[in-house]
């Protein structure tokens, strides 16, 4: 079945450490994307890609990093520097067109203790 | 940029009510728009989008939402409410610049359905 898939489905991290979360896509899309959801302020994009070995600066990419080496792939690694990483974090892709929906992972909740 | 609002964070209907969700985009051109639905600790499900083939659009689950550009609205209903509706909804809008394109959402509308 073609669909994103995101692991994992719960992290945990202990502060002051970087953490990757994956995120692979099997749709043949040339975007992706990356949103952080917390409760009462919707989707906030972190960063987003259109083609390969390409990537820009969402509103709120600080503390964030990202590689789009691959079509399929697009890692998220939220580093030490990010203040508050507990979060809700979603993945996207879709072709480039901009009538075209995003299609959704099922999300990694990242707790920091 | 584009942006969207929804208004109202939490709307409580019964089952079988009337289901009335508001969305107001801010767009200087002709925008494309998206429902999505959420339940819980899950991802996002597409409902239906606008990309001016209509302006009234059907999407899955029964909903259907009306495109005023006199209004600047896209508020999605639902005739008869059922408690499996009871989830959280997001309106969305293409965002597209010479980086790229992407979704931008509002802030969300949790809806309660109560027997």
């Known amino acids: 079945d073609g669909g994103i898939t995101q692991s994992p489905k719960y992290l945990f991290r202990k502060e002051g450490q970087n953490v990757t979360l994956s995120c692979e896509q099997n749709?043949?899309?040339?975007?992706m994307y990356w949103y952080r959801q917390d409760p009462g302020q919707g989707l906030r994009l972190i960063y987003y890609?259109?083609?390969?070995?390409?990537?820009q600066k969402g509103d709120i990419a600080e503390g964030y990093s990202v590689s789009r080496e691959k079509k399929e792939s697009f890692p998220l690694t939220v580093t030490s520097a990010q203040k508050n990483p507990t979060a809700f974090y979603l993945c996207?892709?879709?072709?480039?067109?901009?009538?075209?929906?995003?299609?959704f992972g099922q999300g990694t909740r990242l707790t920091v203790v | 940029a584009q942006s969207v609002t929804q208004l109202g964070s939490h709307v409580s209907v019964s089952e079988g009510a009337l289901v009335l969700l508001r969305c107001n985009y801010s767009?200087?051109?002709?925008?494309?728009l998206f429902w999505y639905v959420q339940y819980p600790n899950q991802g996002l499900q597409l409902l239906l989008k606008?990309?001016?083939?209509?302006?009234l659009v059907k999407g899955i689950n029964g909903f259907e939402a009306e495109f005023k550009k006199s209004e600047t609205s896209f508020h999605l209903t639902k005739p008869s409410a059922h408690m499996s509706d009871a989830a959280e909804y997001f309106c969305?809008?293409?965002?597209?610049?010479?980086?790229?394109?992407?979704?931008?959402f509002g802030k969300g509308t949790t809806l309660s359905v109560s027997s």
């Open positions: 996207a892709s879709s072709p480039r067109t901009p009538s075209t929906e995003a299609f």
């Open positions: 749709l043949n899309h040339d975007a």
């Open positions: 890609s259109q083609i390969v070995n390409d990537f």
């Open positions: 767009s200087s051109v002709p925008p494309y």
């Open positions: 606008y990309t001016s083939a209509a302006t």
């Open positions: 969305a809008v293409s965002d597209f610049n010479q980086a790229g394109t992407a979704l931008i």
